[in-house]
Nanobody, 120 residues
């Protein structure tokens, strides 16, 4: 019933910028932490960034200083601004969120994943 819809993925040249967005919809009482993960072929899934309901952020060392995560609680969206992109950023990016759909229950949800390719 809950759905996370991503947008903004695609091809970007090294050093360029890309903005990923994700919107939550459905029967939602509240949303806790939100974030972005990524997975490249043959590699383990990596936590890229996350943001708490109060706005505190965390970044993987590999993206620190280049990526920025933000959220809009009213719109139920989370955004990943990717700057100074590198070929190693190429991966499928997954939006995720902790969502409560009824009193006393909360669980994690993931988007379908969107491909980001950094290449010249």
């Amino acid at each position: 019933q809950v759905q996370l819809v991503e947008s903004g993925g695609g091809l970007v040249q090294p050093g360029g910028s890309l903005r990923l967005s994700c919107a939550a919809s459905g029967t939602i009482l509240s949303i806790g932490a939100m974030g972005w993960d990524r997975q490249a072929p043959g590699k383990q899934r990596e936590l890229v960034a996350r943001i708490s309901s109060s706005g505190s952020t965390w970044y993987a060392d590999s993206v620190k200083g280049r990526f920025t995560i933000s959220r809009d609680n009213a719109e139920k969206t989370v955004t990943l601004q990717m700057n100074s992109s590198k070929p190693e950023d190429t991966a499928v990016y997954y939006c995720n969120a902790e969502i409560s759909t009824r009193v006393g229950s909360i669980r994690g949800y993931w988007g379908q994943g969107t491909q980001v390719t950094v290449s010249s």
